[in-house]
């Protein structure tokens, strides 16, 4: 099989193409329909791009935790990226790896971690007093991250940053 990294590359770029198709389709049925089906599809793409990044996270995760034989397989690969000089891919991984928790569990520590330093991440957290993203847009789904394309590619390429950084430190392991 090839590197998971790879792969979760590759079906983050061919997931996000087809639901921008979907998305495409919808919005232009929306102009002579206000279907509610339609809104619901919209919702769905919106859900599905939360869905796949949590899911290339968590595989992640899994993933280290069995190559690395341990029960916090990013804690592991934090201490490389620290022995590695890695320390801003690090902090990109780590808000990520908080972004992902936060989407799979709600507010808590990761939550308010993200809440502290908003203003210095490159994707939006929802902070405590708003109630959307965007007041009025009939595809928002509620999360407390705000995941669009730019957010999913992302995670795919920290996921790819790291991995090559593992890789180097560790060549045995992958």
């Known amino acids: 099989m090839h590197s998971f990294d790879e792969l979760a590359s590759r079906c983050a770029a061919f997931t996000l193409a087809s639901l921008q198709d ?38 992640f995760e899994a993933s280290l935790q069995d190559r690395f034989g341990c ?18 891919l690090k902090e990109k991984f780590s808000n990520l790896a908080a ?9 808590g520590r990761s939550y308010d971690a993200l809440v502290a330093k908003a203003e ?5 957290v929802k902070m405590p007093d708003e109630a959307f993203f965007f007041e009025g847009d009939v595809s928002e789904v509620s999360t407390l991250v705000e995941v669009d394309d730019e957010f999913v ?15 180097r430190a560790r060549p045995d392991f992958f």
Not at 120 to 124: D, E, I, M, W, Y
Not at 159 to 164: A, K, L, N
Request: proline share 1%.
């Open 71 to 88: 029960s916090d397989g990013f804690r592991e690969a934090g201490q490389i990226l620290d022995q590695q000089g890695e320390t801003e």
């Open 22 to 59: 979907a998305n495409e389709r919808t919005v232009e049925a929306l102009q002579t329909s206000g279907a509610t089906s339609l809104v619901k599809t919209l919702q769905m793409i919106q859900l599905q791009k939360v869905i796949l990044a949590v899911g290339m996270f968590s595989i």
């Open 153 to 167: 590619q992302r995670c795919g390429n920290v996921i790819d940053q790291v991995s090559q950084v593992l890789r």
């Open 120 to 124: 210095t991440l490159p994707f939006r």
């Open 99 to 107: 972004a992902i928790n936060v989407l799979k569990h709600g507010k």
